[in-house]
């Protein structure tokens, strides 16, 4: 008879709740989304129990391992410890509680071959009408906004803005924000051709919704992960992999040793021109398992 486990809420604290099930038939665990329709049969030879801390904000969830210590699956959401712990111990499967590990981040991050993240959840719909009517609001927004600054009433135009901010907070419509905020309109794009621009000079590194690299003013290397912004790292070169279906980057330093993993894929062009400007070696390698898991297991800090 199978056994099944299933998460209480969301990855995040508030979030929503995964529809992942997980369930065990005596030989193979299966996690089931049924959100998305997919499903994943592994073999594990343990489980992890993780919470590491993004931005301030912890994200928990269980990770299946391999008989290295990669994962295989990633599972974001809120699980019961006490039930991980009956069902972990129905299924015979060994499982650590690493809500407290410092090191988290770094085992996440070390990925085996078919890596795969269920997130339970239905992926947004891009509706034809959301874009010309983001649009009409935010004009509509603009208009608003001179006429009232036009005729003396800027106080009233701030009120009616955080009113709208909360409005928006209320009913979960985030693109309503332009309405109270309209020169996002023009700042948006604008923002997009300045980093593009930023990275035909190599003066950042990374795909448009992040991690990104930059240089601080001190030297130093910058990764910045949506909000999150982690310790600036003395780096002194980027080691480039690609090791089976996985991909992904190791921040080196002089003696080359890892000292940042993140993984995903990444610009060989914008990286070599980040390296060029900044004096920073630049290895582009295709790696053996052996050699993916010194690097996975001497590196401290990652961004999984």
Not at 98 to 103: E, H, I, S, V, Y
Not at 128 to 141: D, E, K, N, Q, S
Not at 255 to 266: D, S, T
Request: charge should be neutral.
């Amino acid at each position: 008879m199978d056994i099944q486990l299933v998460p209480y809420g969301g990855a995040v604290e508030g979030g929503p709740c995964p529809s992942t099930v997980l369930s065990w038939d005596g030989q193979a665990l299966t996690a089931a989304d049924s959100a998305t329709g997919e499903s994943v049969r592994v073999t594990p030879a343990s489980l992890y129990h993780y919470a590491y801390d993004s931005g301030g904000a912890p994200v928990t969830g269980l990770a299946v391992l391999d008989a290295d210590g990669l994962v295989m699956l990633d599972l974001p959401g809120g699980w019961y410890p006490e039930k991980v712990h009956d069902f972990t111990e129905q299924a015979r499967i060994p499982v650590a509680d690493g809500r407290g590990d410092p090191q988290a981040r770094a085992l996440l991050a070390g990925r085996a071959p078919g890596w795969r993240r269920l997130h339970g959840l239905t992926p947004p719909r891009a509706s034809r009408w959301r874009t010309p009517l983001i649009y009409g609001v935010g004009l509509a927004g603009l208009a608003l906004m001179a006429y009232l600054i036009s005729v003396g009433a800027w106080a009233a135009w701030r009120g009616l803005a955080l009113a709208g901010r909360l409005l928006i907070d209320v009913v979960e419509v985030k693109w309503l924000v332009v309405a109270f905020s309209p020169l996002l309109l023009a700042i948006r794009p604008l923002q997009a051709r300045l980093r593009r621009y930023r990275a035909r000079k190599g003066a950042i590194a990374g795909p448009p919704g992040g991690p990104n690299l930059s240089i601080t003013s001190a030297g130093g290397l910058r990764i910045d992960q949506g909000m999150e912004r982690l310790a600036d790292i003395q780096a002194a070169g980027l080691l480039l992999y690609q090791y089976e279906d996985l991909a992904g980057l190791f921040v080196m330093n002089g003696a080359n040793e890892p000292l940042h993993h993140i993984p995903g894929p990444w610009s060989p062009d914008d990286l070599h021109r980040f390296a060029e400007r900044n004096g920073l070696k630049l290895a582009v390698h295709r790696i053996s398992r052996e050699e993916y898991l010194d690097l996975v297991r001497a590196c401290r800090h990652a961004s999984p």
